[in-house]
């Protein structure tokens, strides 16, 4: 499965959009970019997916660039229960090859009042 | 979403005990079940993975004879962690993956937290 590189942390202020970058050069073409996020001692939340195009739902928007090896989760209006540890994955959507989420470092993000 | 539980929340054992947690998938069938290991401030790292009525596939490192995994339904899987020491002290969170599509995602657990005294 393709690597991906997050920065370790990010601070944003309450009420603004919070944009958490994700580098993922070696993405190949059948690999999804997912993100999860995990708020202290509990489990992980799926947030969003995508494999090409821009997508969006009601707790983010996901923007992959075109030669997709980079992308980024917008947040549209932080708020503090937003301050969690976002994680940045990328695997094979088809159901058969396994596809196993494997997490790296994540962006711990803060939301500040 | 869907919705996978996780008991118990929390357990404190002595050590060279064991102990056993449940995940549950409580509105579809889930036909494989990941379990993954959290130490304090660090990633979630993927212990094995488990599909049902078949043997786990441990991830390298992992001792399958330690931690027993069964999953013998659609909506249960068992992680035992057997003679539990304090370095088996974590954070345990499993997930849960179905058929169809719209469930083709993996639901996380809220977690166990265990603590071997």
């Known amino acids: 499965d393709a690597k991906t590189t997050q920065p370790t942390s990010m601070d944003c202020a309450e009420g603004r959009a919070a944009n958490l970058p994700c580098n993922h050069s070696?993405?190949?073409?059948?690999?999804?970019v997912y993100w999860y996020r995990q708020i202290h001692s509990q489990g992980p939340q799926y947030i969003i997916h995508g494999l090409k195009n821009n997508e969006t739902n009601e707790m983010a928007s996901l923007i992959i660039t075109e030669d997709r090896k980079s992308s980024t989760l917008i947040l549209p209006h932080a708020t503090l229960r937003d301050t969690a540890v976002y994680y940045c994955?990328?695997?094979?959507?088809?159901?058969?090859?396994?596809?196993?989420?494997?997490f790296g470092q994540g962006t711990e993000l803060s939301v500040k009042p | 979403g869907a919705v996978v539980s996780q008991h118990p929340s929390w357990v404190i054992c002595k050590s060279g005990t064991s102990v056993k947690i449940e995940c549950r998938s409580l509105d579809f069938q889930a036909t494989t079940m990941f379990w993954y290991r959290q130490f304090p401030k660090q990633s979630l790292m993927l212990m094995a993975t488990s599909n049902e009525g078949s043997k786990a596939t441990y991830e390298q490192g992992v001792e399958k004879d330690k931690f027993l995994i069964n999953h013998a339904s659609l909506t249960l899987s068992t992680l035992t962690v057997t003679s539990a020491h304090p370095e088996d002290s974590s954070f345990y969170i499993c997930?849960?993956?179905?058929?169809?599509?719209?469930?083709?995602?993996?639901?996380f657990g809220p977690g166990t937290r265990l603590t071997v005294l």
């Open positions: 997930s849960a993956r179905g058929l169809a599509d719209s469930y083709n995602e993996q639901f």
């Open positions: 994955i990328v695997r094979p959507m088809i159901y058969n090859q396994g596809g196993k989420l494997i």
């Open positions: 070696t993405i190949s073409g059948n690999e999804y």
